[in-house]
């Protein structure tokens, strides 16, 4: 959940320390830090800030009044942080030292004994300043180098005493131009420039200055210096690190211009739709999906899905359920997966299972599909991060290639995910002859024409800024969608949630007769989904209910449907498209109404309070 950033043998240490967590801002900001090993005075220089949305600012106006001179060209370590184990205060924000402040260290991940671990140190007498889990690495390797073990070593051995996922780097105050880090289930990349080496928890940190990059595999420890680095392993062989390929600019880690990242990754969804399905199918309904090196033959004998997510992948996966009931004509699962993970596993032979995350990092989704696997049936990973934990668990991989998503509501690697389960969804059917020519060729010319679609969507932003500046103020949103139109519903009441922090409620309209119809009244704002499909009339039997309890509607409707515009108070109009691709078009008015409504609020919508873009804890 935390980013991690280490430099060594660059001028400016301190500096591009601070630069690198400014991308790495979204893994969490909660505090920020940095540690600098200072040649001269064999001292290591510590930096800390934990100001509600600005600790990295912090941190940049105290080194502009420190001396900097001191650490030209030494090792440094830098975290941005988001809390697990202590408040979000100073003493928690890393990089934590031990007794003596001789050793620093920088953690993402949970040290499962911590307790067992902090308070045998105790017992031997180290003095603890902080709440958190990660300091016991501190007081460990304060320990393990007392006697004159190597530091290399001593991180070695950490590997047998830690329980639990970590991503660590650490600086020794005698060994000024090194840093050692280590990793367990948490990715951490080690990247070579010139004549500076770097690691961080994730690449968006490190292709500003290098594309020369490596990972460090699970439990393995590197030590890197200004010249290069070197790998062991558990027992301290040395092994050879494996390189990682990177398409990414840096570009597309900025804003471009936009007044946050959530309105640029708005904007972007037309390319990450257009890119996600490039050369995965064609006209005469085709689909070509090898990257997945699951064959044709394995994937004709799968008799059904079992999809698994988190958040808006979760919703994502429910639209992959239709696609694959509909076109694979096997039945279809979808399940949660901090509920799946928990209860005992029972998944029928010749069962696929395909979990969803747009980090490839969530812990829920990663053990769930760590689990199935252990059963036996065919995997797939289906993420936007290359080289993720989850892409490397799977039997296959499917990348979304939707480009780095900054803001933490995720919004293009959504409609990525929907518009690439789609594919799936038909490469399936392919493999299980289960459609027509006809039908391929015509189910592949509405997929392949998503991107223009979503670009017509785009185009009426403004439209959609309008109707939700009207309703900024109401408190008590519902969010109703029948089949497709649900997982809409679900998507547009999460958006509302956590942009603007309001309450919202989404259900599958014909439930709301089922109790919740019992809140509706006079100031209530319902949200439908009203695309044509054929259940439109019940769903305007629905409309009907609501308005007959004094709500007020608005209406996800088609362009120009001006019968369905008749009956509602407000509407969002959306180009016409089948059922089954709908969503991938209905979302984006939702996503554009809750920015507006977050917005006119006064909320920053790049980071919603108590929120973090990668959940990497229970
Ligand atoms: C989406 O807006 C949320 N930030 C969140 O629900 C997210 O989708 C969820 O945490 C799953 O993340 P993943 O796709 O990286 O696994």
């Given at each position: 959940?935390c980013g991690i950033?280490g430099?060594?043998g660059?001028?400016s240490?301190a500096?591009?320390?601070?630069?690198?967590?400014?991308?790495?801002?979204?893994?969490?900001?909660?505090?920020?830090?940095?540690?600098?090993v200072e040649?001269?005075?064999?001292?290591?220089?510590?930096?800390?800030?934990?100001e509600q949305?600005g600790?990295?600012h912090?941190l940049?106006?105290?080194?502009?009044?420190?001396?900097t001179?001191?650490?030209?060209?030494?090792?440094?370590?830098?975290?941005t942080?988001?809390?697990?184990?202590g408040?979000?205060?100073?003493v928690?924000?890393?990089?934590?030292?031990?007794c003596?402040?001789?050793?620093?260290?920088v953690?993402?991940?949970?040290?499962?004994n911590?307790?067992?671990?902090?308070?045998d140190?105790r017992?031997r007498?180290h003095?603890?300043?902080s709440?958190?889990?990660?300091?016991?690495?501190a007081?460990?390797l304060e320990?393990?180098?007392?006697?004159?073990?190597?530091?290399?070593?001593a991180?070695?051995?950490?590997l047998?005493t830690?329980?639990?996922?970590?991503?660590l780097?650490c600086?020794?105050?005698?060994?000024?131009?090194t840093?050692?880090?280590?990793?367990r289930?948490s990715p951490?990349?080690?990247?070579?420039?010139?004549?500076?080496?770097?690691?961080?928890?994730?690449?968006?940190?490190?292709?500003?200055t290098?594309?020369?990059?490596?990972?460090l595999?699970?439990?393995?420890?590197?030590e890197?210096?200004p010249i290069?680095?070197k790998v062991?392993d558990q027992?301290?062989v040395?092994?050879t690190?494996?390189?990682i390929?990177?398409?990414?600019?840096i570009e597309?880690?900025?804003?471009g211009?936009?007044?946050?990242?959530?309105?640029?990754?708005?904007n972007?969804q037309?390319?990450a739709?257009?890119?996600?399905?490039?050369?995965r199918?064609?006209?005469?309904?085709?689909?070509?999906?090898?990257?997945?090196?699951?064959?044709e033959?394995?994937?004709?004998?799968?008799?059904?899905v079992?999809l698994?997510?988190c958040?808006s992948s979760?919703?994502?996966?429910?639209?992959?359920?239709?696609?694959?009931?509909?076109?694979a004509?096997?039945?279809?699962?979808?399940d949660i997966?901090?509920?799946?993970r928990y209860?005992?596993m029972r998944?029928?032979?010749?069962?696929l299972?395909?979990a969803i995350?747009?980090?490839g990092?969530?812990?829920?989704t990663?053990?769930?599909l760590?689990?199935?696997?252990?059963?036996g049936?065919?995997?797939?990973?289906?993420t936007?991060?290359?080289?993720?934990?989850m892409?490397?668990?799977?039997?296959?991989?499917l990348?979304?290639?939707a480009?780095?998503?900054?803001?933490?509501?995720?919004?293009?690697?959504?409609?990525a995910?929907?518009?690439?389960l789609?594919c799936?969804?038909?490469?399936?059917?392919?493999?299980?002859?289960?459609?027509?020519?006809?039908e391929?060729a015509a189910?592949?010319?509405?997929i392949?024409n998503?991107?223009?679609l979503?670009?017509?969507?785009?185009?009426r932003?403004?439209?959609?800024?309008k109707?939700?500046?009207r309703?900024?103020?109401?408190?008590d949103?519902?969010y109703?969608?029948?089949?497709?139109?649900?997982p809409i519903?679900l998507e547009g009441?999460?958006?509302?949630?956590?942009?603007?922090?309001?309450?919202?409620?989404?259900?599958?309209?014909?439930?709301m007769?089922?109790g919740p119809?019992?809140l509706?009244?006079?100031g209530s704002?319902v949200?439908?989904?009203?695309?044509?499909?054929?259940?439109w009339e019940?769903?305007?039997?629905?409309?009907e209910e609501?308005k007959?309890?004094?709500?007020t509607?608005i209406?996800?409707?088609d362009?120009?449907d001006?019968?369905?515009a008749s009956?509602?108070?407000?509407?969002?109009?959306?180009p016409?498209?089948?059922?089954?691709?709908?969503?991938v078009?209905?979302v984006?008015?939702?996503q554009?109404?809750?920015?507006?409504?977050?917005?006119a609020?006064?909320?920053?919508?790049d980071?919603?309070?108590n929120?973090a873009?990668?959940v990497?804890v229970?």
């Open positions: 959940m950033i430099i060594t660059a001028q240490v500096s591009q320390l601070l630069e690198a967590l400014s991308l790495l801002e979204y893994r969490g900001y909660d505090s920020a830090g940095i540690a600098v040649k001269e005075s064999g001292s290591i220089f510590r930096l800390r800030a934990a949305g600790s990295l912090h940049i106006g105290s080194l502009g009044k420190a001396d001179s001191r650490f030209e060209y030494c090792a440094g370590i830098g975290h942080r988001w809390a697990t184990h408040a979000p205060t100073t928690n924000a890393h990089p934590h030292f031990d003596g402040s001789s050793i620093a260290v953690h993402n991940g949970i040290i499962e911590h307790h067992q671990l902090a308070s140190l017992a007498g003095v603890f300043s709440e958190t889990d990660t300091e016991v690495i007081h460990l320990e393990e180098t007392a006697d004159g073990r190597t530091m290399k070593d991180v070695v051995s950490l047998t830690l329980r639990g996922a970590f991503a780097a600086i020794h105050k005698d060994f000024p131009e840093i050692y880090a280590a990793r289930t951490l990349v080690i990247g070579m420039a010139d004549s500076s080496c770097l690691l961080a928890s994730d690449v968006a940190a490190l292709v500003e290098t594309r020369n990059l490596f990972e595999g699970d439990d393995q420890v590197a890197v210096t290069g680095f062991y027992l301290g040395e092994m690190p494996k390189p390929k990177v398409g990414w600019s597309a880690a900025r804003k211009g936009f007044a946050d990242y959530m309105s640029k990754e708005i972007e037309q390319v739709v257009a890119e996600t399905i490039l050369g199918l064609n006209e005469s309904g085709d689909s070509e999906l090898e990257e997945l090196e699951i064959d033959a394995s994937l004709s004998k799968v008799e059904k079992l698994v997510a958040g979760y919703h994502a996966a429910l639209v992959g359920r239709h696609a694959i009931e509909a076109w004509k096997i039945p279809a699962e979808v997966a901090s509920e799946m209860r005992p998944i029928q032979e010749n069962t299972v395909i995350s747009q980090s990092e969530t812990t829920d990663y053990h769930a760590k689990q199935a696997r252990s059963q049936v065919l995997t797939i990973a289906m936007n991060v290359v080289g993720s934990l892409s490397r668990e799977a039997d296959g991989v990348y979304t290639r480009g780095p998503e900054i803001g933490v509501a995720s919004t293009k690697c959504h409609l995910q929907l518009s690439l789609e799936l969804a038909f490469h399936l059917a392919g493999a299980k002859s289960a459609l027509s020519g006809s391929k189910i592949a010319g509405d392949m998503l991107p223009k979503v670009e017509k969507t785009l185009a932003q403004d439209q959609y800024h109707v939700a500046e309703y900024s103020e109401f408190r949103f519902y109703l969608g029948r089949r497709s139109g649900f519903a009441a999460l958006k509302l949630k956590e942009l603007a922090y309001v309450r919202a409620e989404a259900y599958p309209a014909g439930e007769k089922h119809i019992s509706i009244e006079p704002i949200v439908v989904v009203a695309k044509r499909s054929s259940l019940k769903i305007m039997a629905n409309v609501m007959a309890r004094g709500a509607v209406a996800v409707i362009e120009d001006e019968e369905s009956l509602v108070d407000d509407v969002l109009e959306t016409a498209v089948t059922e089954i691709c709908s969503p078009i209905g984006i008015p939702l554009t109404f809750a920015y507006s409504i977050a917005k609020r006064g909320h920053d919508v980071r919603p309070r929120l873009k990668v990497t229970e």
